[in-house]
C-alpha cells in the first residue's frame, strides 16, 4: 500500500548496474541518453572530463558495457543529443559543446563543427596590431598603449592575444608578437551551457535546435541543419556594463510557434528570452548563486536549487511558489516524468551522497549513494524506459530502474506536511530538570530555619568584608601594593621570575599607567636575606616612564644557600629622596632544583 | 627577421621558437581564451566543491599569470566563506585593478571592507560604486544604509534603506530600515515598514514568517495584542517550527493564564531553542502559574544558570522562592535584583516583605519606603506597609499608610477585589485596636490578628503576580531581536 510505505528506495528501484571503477569526472550537463543506432537500444553518452584538462573523452556505454570511446580536444562543457534532420533512419546527432565550437557527432563519427561567431575587436586594438605587423610600432609601445586601453575598457573586453601579451615579461613579448601578428586579429567568446528546443513538433523524434549560452552573455539559436544563427538574444540591457554570463539554461516550447529559454545566470539573477525578444527579461533576482535547475515542460515552472541549500520554485512569471530547505548543499537536479501517475517529480542530489525526490515541495522518496552525486540523469536507457543514471564525484556509474509496480505517495498535499511537523515535537516531552530528594530536604530545613540562616550568612558576610578592608588597609599602609593609589605615582608593577636556579632570572616590569603625565626618577630596590641569596644588581635605575609603554627590568639572583630552601625577595619601586616606597611587592621565589 | 636574429646573438636560442623554427605556418598557434574555464569555476563553487574549485583556480592563475578577473572573484568569495577576508579583499582588489568599471567588483571590494569593520572605507567605496553604476542598484544603496548605520547616521541610513526598498523590494532592506526606526524609537514608522513589507514579500515569498513574528513583536510592544496575535498565528501557520513565534505566542497565552497552551508553544520551541534563558523563564513562570512550586525552581534556575546577570529571572526565582517560604534565598535573588535595577518599585516591595519574614522590622521599613518612593502611585505598597506597620505595633503609622492606600485605590479603579478586602479586614482590626488602645485583652487580640495578617501579606504577594508575569515576558522579545542581530 502506498501509504503505508516508508521512505525506502528498495521498493520503488531496482540496482540494475553498479560500476565503482567506471572513473568518469562529469555533470549533468555532459550526460545524454539518446537511441544512437535508430533500433530502440538507447545507449548512455557521457563525457568525461578526464583530469580536467587531458584525458577528456566522449564515452558510450551500451546496456552495462563500455561501447566506445572518442577523444575530444578540449574539457566539455555539455553534451545533448538531437534530431537535426528528418532522414530515415532517424539517427539523431549528438552535439559537444567545448571551448568556443560545438562538434557534431553523428553515429559516433565527426559530423560537423560550428564555431561561435566572432566577437568585435576594439577597433583601436585592432589598429595597434595591424602597426605591429607593418612594424611601425615598438613592442613596448603596443605594451604600454593596450595597457591604457585595457584600463579604459577592462580586461576581458579585450581579444585573447591582447590579454596574453599584457601578462608576458617583456622579453617574451617580442617573440610572441613575432609568432602571432601576421594573422588576423580574434576575439572569441566561450560556450557556457547548452540545451535543445524542438523546433516545429512536440514528438520525441522531432527537430531541435540547439540553444547555446555564451560567456559574453548572449542566447544563440541555431538551425539544426544549416547551423545558421536563428536567434542571437542579449541577456542583459545595451547601456549595462556588466556582461550577465548564463550559468545554466532551460528551455521548453516550440521555436516555430512559442518558446520560453529561462537562463539562471552568474550575478544571480533568472532571465527570461521568448520568442521575438532580442532582450532577456529579468525574471527574479535570486538570493544566492543558482547550482541546477529544471523548467517543466507543461507549465513552464521553474525549480532550481541555490547554494544556500534551498530548492525554490519559481512560476513561469517569476513569482516564487514555494521553498524548501535541503539538509545540504545541492549538487545537481533532474525530472522524472512519471506519465502513469500524471506527475513529475524531481530528484535533488546532495552533497554527502543523498538523492531527494520531491513532488512539488513534499519529499516522496530518498536514495542513498555512497557518494556525492555528481551528475544524475533519468530516461529510457536499453530497452527499459525508467532509468536513472548517476556518476558519483569519485567516478563510479550507478544505473537505477524504477519498478514498473513503483507507485509514489503523492497524496500528501503541501498542506499536509505543514501540519505533520509541529505534531512530532508536540510529542517530545518537555525536559525539566529533576530535583533531588536532598534538594526538598534542603528547601525543608530552610524554611524551618530561614531566619537564622539568614542571620548567620549576614553576619558572616560582614565579617568576610571586614577582613577584606583590613587587609587592604594594612596593604596599603606598608605599600604593598603592586599598582599605586591616587597621590603617589601612577605606576602598574608585575614581576617574573625565570629558571629552575640556583641561577634566576628576575624580570620587573613597570608601566606608567596615567593618562598624559610622564614619571622620573624611580628606582627599583630588592630587599632579600644575603645568607639565601646574592644579586647582581639590588637596585636598577628606572628611566623616564612614558604612559602606556610597559618597561621590562632585569636582573640574575642566585640562591647561594647549602639547603634546598626559599625565601621571599622583596621588590620595592622607590622614589629618589623619599623614604616611602612608592610601591612593593613580595616574591615568594622557587625552590631551586639542586639537581640540576 | 630582424629581431629574430637578436634572438639567437647570445648563442641560445630561445625555448619558445625551437619547435617551429623555419615555419611560417598558415595557421596561427592556438591560444586558450582565458575565459575558456569559467563556467567549471562557476559549477564547482556553487557546488562548495571548494578543493577542487581551488586547484583549477590555481591552475588558471599560473596559465594566466594572475590576470584571470573571474578566478580571482571566485577566489575572493571562497576566502570569504572561510573566514579569511583580508586575502579576499586583495583578490577582489586584483579584479577591480582587471576592470576598472566593474561595478562588481567595486561592491565585492566594499563588502570585504564592511565585514572587516572598516565601515567608513566600505562606504567610500560603495559610493564609489554608485557612481560607477549606470543604473541604480537596491544592493548599494542596502549597504550605504548599512554602512551609516554602523557609523551611526541613522537619517542617512534611512535615506539610502528606503531608496534600497523602493528599488528592490528585499526583505532584507526592510528589516533593516524598520530596525533603524526601532532604534530611534518610532515603533509606529517599524510597524509601517513591516506591513509594507509583508505585503510584499507575501506576494513574492510566501514563507516569510520572520517578517511575520518581527511585526507580531512590534505590535506586543506597542500593546496591540490583538494584531500581535494575528501576526504570529500567520507567521505559525507559515512555519510552525518558527521559535520567536512560538515564544512570543505562548508569552500572550501566559498573560492570560492559560498555562498549558502556553507550555505547550514552549515545548515545541524548546526542540530549536534549548538554551534560551527567556524560554526557561517563562516554563518556569508557567508551573508556578500552575502552583507546581519544584517544577518552576527547576526552570528558573536552569535560566538563571544561562543567563546569570539577567533581571527579570532573579526576581521571578525571589518571588517563587517567596511562594515556598525559602525567605533566606528569596532574600538573595532579590537583593541581587534590586542591584541590577536598582529603580524597581516591585523588587523593594518584595525584599520589604521578605525581610518582614527574616525578622529585620528595621531594614524592612527601609525597603517599604524605597518602594514607595520609587513608585508613588502603586496602592498595593501603602496596603502591604500598612500590614506590616499594624504587625509591628505602628498602629498610627499603618492608619497614615492605609489612609494613603484608600486615595490611590479611589484614582485607580480597577483595584483587584484581593487588596481591597485586605484593606477593610485591617481597617477594621486597627479601628478595634485604637479604640481598646491599653486593655489586657489586646495582646490575646493581637496575635489572632497578626496570623491573620500573615495571610494576608501573601494574597498581597499574589496580587503582584500579573505584573511580575508580563515583565518577564516582554523581556524575551528583547532576547530574540537581539539573537537576530
Redesign the interface.
Known amino acids: 500500500m502506498g501509504s503505508t510505505r516508508n521512505l525506502e528506495h528498495d521498493h520503488l528501484w531496482l540496482n540494475a548496474h553498479t560500476d565503482t571503477r567506471a572513473a568518469v569526472y562529469t ?1 549533468s550537463s555532459c550526460i545524454t541518453l539518446s537511441d544512437l543506432n535508430a533500433d530502440g537500444d538507447f545507449k548512455l553518452i557521457v563525457a568525461d572530463l578526464g583530469t ?2 587531458t584525458n577528456v573523452k566522449l564515452k558510450v556505454y551500451r546496456g552495462t558495457s563500455l561501447h566506445s570511446e572518442t577523444a575530444l580536444l ?2 566539455p ?1 555539455g553534451v545533448t543529443s538531437f534530431y537535426m534532420d528528418l532522414s530515415e533512419p532517424r539517427i539523431p546527432a549528438v552535439a559537444v559543446a567545448s ?2 565550437n560545438i562538434y557534431i557527432y553523428k553515429n559516433m563519427r565527426p559530423y560537423f563543427k560550428f564555431s561561435l561567431p566572432a566577437l568585435d575587436v576594439n577597433p583601436l586594438e585592432r589598429d595597434l596590431w595591424m602597426q605591429i605587423r607593418d612594424e611601425h610600432l615598438e613592442i613596448n609601445v603596443l605594451v604600454e598603449l593596450l595597457n591604457n586601453l ?2 579604459e ?4 573586453q579585450l581579444s ?2 591582447s ?2 601579451i ?3 615579461d617583456a622579453s ?1 613579448a ?3 608578437v ?3 601578428s ?2 588576423p586579429l580574434k576575439r ?3 560556450v ?2 547548452i540545451t535543445t528546443l524542438k523546433k516545429a513538433l512536440t514528438e520525441e523524434k522531432a527537430v531541435s535546435c540547439l540553444v547555446v549560452g555564451t ?1 559574453c552573455g548572449e542566447v544563440l539559436v541555431l538551425d539544426p541543419e544549416a547551423f545558421t544563427i536563428l536567434e542571437k538574444i542579449k541577456l542583459c ?1 545595451q ?4 556582461v550577465v ?1 548564463p ?1 545554466i539554461l532551460a528551455a521548453c516550447g516550440l521555436h516555430a510557434v512559442e518558446f520560453r529559454i529561462v537562463a539562471a545566470c ?2 544571480g539573477s533568472l532571465r527570461l528570452a521568448r520568442r521575438g525578444w532580442t532582450e532577456a527579461k529579468l525574471l ?2 535570486l538570493p544566492a ?3 541546477a535547475m529544471t523548467v517543466s515542460a507543461e507549465n513552464a515552472a521553474i525549480t532550481i536549487a541555490l ?1 544556500n541549500q534551498t530548492l525554490q520554485c519559481f512560476s513561469k512569471k517569476g ?5 524548501v530547505t535541503l539538509p545540504a ?4 537536479i533532474c525530472q522524472i516524468p512519471l506519465p502513469h501517475q500524471s506527475a513529475t517529480i524531481i530528484a535533488v542530489s546532495l ?1 554527502g551522497g543523498l538523492l531527494q525526490l520531491y513532488n512539488g515541495r513534499q519529499m516522496v522518496d530518498v536514495i542513498k549513494a555512497p557518494q556525492t552525486v555528481s551528475g544524475v540523469v533519468f530516461g529510457r536507457f536499453g530497452q527499459e524506459e525508467n532509468a536513472l543514471i548517476m556518476f558519483t ?1 569519485d567516478g563510479s556509474l550507478m544505473v537505477k530502474i524504477l519498478k514498473r509496480t513503483a507507485h509514489f505517495n503523492l497524496q500528501g498535499s503541501a498542506s499536509n506536511t ?2 505533520v ?2 505534531g512530532t ?2 510529542q ?8 533531588t530528594r536532598l534538594f ?1 530536604d534542603q ?1 525543608m530545613r ?2 524551618d530555619n ?2 537564622m ?3 548567620t ?1 549576614q553576619r558572616d558576610l560582614f565579617q568576610l568584608r571586614v577582613d577584606v578592608a583590613r587587609a587592604c588597609v594594612r596593604a596599603l599602609q606598608s605599600c604593598n601594593n603592586p599598582v599605586s593609589l591616587e597621590g603617589a605615582e601612577p605606576v602598574k608593577l608585575s614581576a617574573q621570575v625565570l629558571g629552575l636556579g640556583p641561577l634566576f632570572k628576575m624580570v620587573i616590569s613597570l608601566q606608567n599607567i596615567s593618562a598624559s603625565s610622564l614619571v622620573q626618577g624611580l628606582g627599583i630596590l630588592f630587599h632579600f636575606d644575603d645568607k639565601m641569596y646574592s644579586m647582581e644588581k639590588p637596585y636598577l635605575h628606572v628611566p623616564m616612564l612614558i604612559p602606556g609603554q610597559e618597561y621590562p627590568f632585569e636582573t640574575m639572583i642566585r640562591n647561594i644557600s647549602e639547603l634546598a630552601l626559599s625565601d621571599q625577595v622583596r621588590v620595592l619601586v622607590v622614589r629618589d629622596g623619599q623614604s616611602q616606597p612608592v610601591l612593593a611587592a613580595i616574591i615568594n621565589m622557587p625552590v631551586c632544583d639542586l639537581l640540576v | 627577421m630582424e ?2 636574429r637578436s ?1 639567437y646573438s647570445n648563442g641560445i636560442p ?1 625555448r ?2 625551437i619547435p617551429k623554427p623555419n615555419e ?1 605556418s598558415a595557421k ?2 592556438e ?10 569555476l ?2 564547482h ?5 571548494f578543493g577542487i574549485c581551488k586547484i ?1 583556480i590555481q ?1 588558471e592563475l599560473e596559465r ?4 584571470h ?1 573571474y578566478a580571482n572573484y571566485i577566489q575572493g568569495l571562497i576566502l570569504r566563506q572561510e573566514g579569511k577576508i583580508q586575502e579576499s579583499l586583495d583578490c577582489f582588489q586584483m579584479c577591480h585593478s ?7 567588483y567595486i561592491k565585492q571590494v566594499a563588502r570585504s571592507l564592511f565585514l572587516m569593520g572598516l565601515h567608513s572605507l566600505a562606504l567610500e567605496a560603495y559610493l564609489e560604486a554608485q557612481q560607477a553604476s ?2 541604480p542598484d537596491w544592493d548599494i544603496y542596502h549597504n550605504l544604509g548599512e554602512c551609516w548605520i554602523c557609523l551611526g547616521d541613522y537619517t542617512k541610513a534611512k535615506e539610502s534603506l528606503r531608496q534600497a526598498v523602493q528599488l ?1 523590494h528585499h526583505e532584507h532592506s526592510y528589516v533593516a530600515l524598520a530596525d533603524t526606526y526601532k532604534m530611534e524609537g518610532e515603533i509606529q514608522a517599524a510597524i509601517d515598514i513591516y506591513k509594507a513589507a509583508l505585503e510584499i514579500t507575501f ?5 516569510s514568517a520572520q517578517l511575520a513574528t518581527s511585526l507580531g513583536l512590534l505590535y506586543l510592544q506597542e500593546g496591540k495584542y490583538q494584531h500581535a496575535l494575528e501576526k504570529l498565528g500567520g507567521a505559525l ?1 507559515r512555519d ?2 518558527c521559535a520567536r513565534a512560538l515564544l512570543a505566542a505562548g508569552a500572550m497565552m501566559q498573560n492570560h493564564s492559560d498555562y498549558d497552551v502556553a ?2 508553544k ?3 520551541a ?2 530549536s531553542w ?1 538554551e534560551s534563558p527567556a524560554l526557561w523563564n517563562n ?1 518556569g513562570m508557567c508551573f508556578y502559574g500552575k502552583k507546581k512550586y ?2 518552576a ?3 528558573l ?2 535560566a538563571h544558570y544561562l543567563s546569570a546577570l539577567d533581571w527579570d529571572i532573579l526576581f521571578n526565582l525571589g518571588l517563587v522562592h517567596m511562594a ?6 528569596a ?1 538573595h535573588f532579590l537583593s541581587a535584583a534590586t542591584n541590577l535595577r536598582p529603580a524597581h518599585a516591585g523588587t523593594f516591595l518584595l525584599l520589604a516583605i521578605t525581610l518582614r ?4 522590622p528595621d531594614n524592612a521599613a527601609e525597603a517599604f519606603k524605597q518602594a514607595g518612593l520609587l513608585s508613588p502611585m502603586d496602592a498595593s505598597i501603602p496596603l502591604n506597609y500598612a500590614v506590616f506597620l499594624e504587625s509591628q505595633g505602628d498602629l498610627d503609622g499603618a492608619a497614615l499608610q492605609l489612609e494613603r492606600f484608600q486615595e490611590l485605590a479611589q484614582m485607580s479603579p480597577r483595584l483587584s477585589s484581593e487588596l481591597v478586602q485586605t484593606a477593610t479586614q485591617l481597617s477594621k482590626v486597627l479601628n478595634r485596636r485604637l479604640m481598646s488602645s491599653n486593655g489586657s485583652k489586646v495582646e490575646g487580640v493581637d496575635g489572632n490578628d497578626k496570623s491573620n495578617m500573615a495571610i494576608e501579606v501573601e494574597a498581597q504577594v499574589r496580587v503582584r503576580n500579573p505584573p511580575v508575569d508580563s515583565s518577564p515576558e516582554s523581556l524575551p522579545r528583547n532576547h530574540m531581536a537581539d539573537d537576530e542581530v
Open positions: 555533470f580536467g584538462s578540449d574539457v562543457t571551448g568556443s585595457r584600463i575598457i577592462g580586461h576581458s585573447t592575444r590579454q596574453h599584457l601578462s608576458l617574451e617580442a617573440s610572441f613575432q609568432q602571432h601576421k594573422f572569441q567568446t566561450i557556457t551551457c560567456e540591457a547601456d549595462n556594463t556588466i554570463v550559468a552568474r550575478d527574479v533576482q548563486q543558482p547550482v547554494m513569482k516564487l511558489q514555494w521553498i548543499a545541492a549538487c545537481s552533497t564525484v505543514v501540519s511537523a509541529p515535537a508536540q517530545v516531552k518537555l525536559q525539566i530538570p529533576k530535583k526538598l528547601t530552610e524554611r530561614c531566619i540562616m539568614h542571620r550568612f | 629581431t629574430s634572438e630561445s619558445k621558437l611560417p596561427e598557434p591560444l586558450q581564451t582565458v575565459e575558456s574555464r569559467n563556467w567549471l562557476h559549477r563553487f556553487t557546488r562548495k566543491e583549477l591552475e594566466t599569470r594572475g590576470k578577473e582587471l576592470d576598472l568599471k566593474n561595478v562588481d549606470k543604473v528592490g506576494r513574492a515569498a510566501p514563507d501557520a510552525p517550527q507550555l505547550s514552549y515545548k515545541i524548546a526542540q534549548p516554563v519544584v517544577a525552581l527547576s526552570c534556575k536552569r515556598t517560604q525559602q525567605y533566606a534565598s532574600f519574614h527574616l525578622d529585620d
